[in-house]
């Protein structure tokens, strides 16, 4: 947190996904500076229990492709916007992809269209470098690569969010900012079927059961805590600078999935291990490690939190709220759960 984000006092601002895992961590910190935030998130990968419990944030249940709830959102004129409602991710794209695209194509152009209606000072988009880039970029991946080879719906259709914001912006003068978020992790974030790997590992460990690695553990991704991707969102509202770019949020650091597993088996004192899966079709990359000197230079974005003591945050956050994560933890019955965990998330 700086002083630069007093600046969202008073302000009435709308978060779509505002009681996921980087929205209800995103409104708690609007709230605490003074804004006046509404929420509109349908509750499809969020709990109610999760939403932050403030007298300045306003909760409608309702879905960003629903014209009744987007009246009766933008009734107030927002005036900035931080769009993370999205259908979650790559393998539930792939067992839905008409929902992916009206939620995710459908979706974002509804918000665009509102937001250029009533003149929104900036309108933040949650994109994902996991999709924009595709499997050919080199590493470090930079903002000026981009792939036409993608291999989920979910990654054609976060790319297609972009697309539109670009459209928006040029035609429009809306002023967007297109953040590419990096395997976000931290507290809040539910386990289940279709979620990230880090809540489902720290969950399985929990319980005692071993966790499922697709391949040989050797494939790397860029963790990046939610706390990080929450300041880069705060600055990404505030800077002119950004306005009409797109940059990543990331950590700018490596971790082994195998690395990932047994961290979390020792802190949690899990005994069980790990055990093996055949690798996803849709996964075709062994590693991920983004630059992030475009939202240094933009925003003055800076990934400070270590790896361990974000993993330590989660892990924290998970016995806290073990009672509520247990009953509402959505995985696909049949099978074996701890496999099914794994081979069916982002």
């Known amino acids: 947190m700086t002083d630069s984000f007093l600046r969202y006092k008073g302000k009435k601002i709308l978060v779509t996904g505002g009681a996921g895992a ?5 409104v708690r910190v609007l709230a605490e500076y003074g804004a006046e935030v509404t929420i509109l998130d349908d509750f499809s990968s969020a709990e109610r229990w999760n939403v932050p419990s403030y007298r300045n944030i306003l909760l409608v249940e309702g879905d960003i492709t629903d014209e009744i709830m987007l009246k009766r959102v933008f009734f107030e004129k927002p005036q900035y916007i931080f769009h993370l409602a999205a259908f979650f991710a790559n393998q539930n794209s792939l067992d839905h992809p008409e929902k992916d695209l009206k939620v995710n194509g459908f979706g974002t152009l509804k918000l665009l269209e509102y937001a250029q209606f009533t003149g929104v000072e900036r309108f933040v988009y949650a994109s994902s470098g996991c999709s924009i880039y595709g499997c050919q970029a080199p590493l470090p991946l930079r903002e000026e690569f981009m792939s036409m080879h993608l291999t989920t719906p979910y990654q054609i259709t ?23 978020f990096f395997n976000s992790y931290g507290p809040g974030e539910i386990p289940g079927q279709y979620r990230n790997v880090i809540p489902n590992f720290i969950y399985w460990a929990m ?3 071993p966790l499922p690695i697709t391949g040989t553990g050797e494939a790397t991704r860029d963790f990046t805590y939610v706390g990080d991707i929450v300041n880069g969102l705060l ?6 600078k950004a306005i009409g770019e797109e940059f990543n949020l990331a950590s700018e650091r490596e971790t082994r999935i195998i690395d990932l597993a047994n961290m979390i088996n020792q802190i949690v004192g899990n005994t ?26 933009l925003i003055g974005y800076e990934p400070n939190t270590p790896f361990d003591i974000g993993l330590k945050n989660t892990i924290a956050w998970f016995e806290e709220n073990w009672d ?15 496999v099914k965990s794994y081979i069916t998330n982002k």
Request: aromatic share 8%; with cysteine.
């Open 207 to 209: 319980k005692g059961q």
């Open 22 to 26: 980087i929205g209800s961590n995103l």
């Open 158 to 180: 976060k790319m297609l969010g972009e697309l539109y914001c670009n459209f928006f912006h040029h035609h429009y003068e809306v002023p967007v900012v297109k953040a590419r």
């Open 272 to 297: 069980a291990g790990v055990l093996t899966a055949p690798k996803r079709k849709w996964d075709t990359k062994s590693r991920l490690l983004a630059s992030v000197d475009k939202a240094r230079r």
């Open 235 to 240: 600055a990404a509202g505030l800077e002119d």
């Open 324 to 338: 509520k994560i247990e009953n509402c933890a959505r995985f696909a019955p049949g099978a074996s759960a701890a």
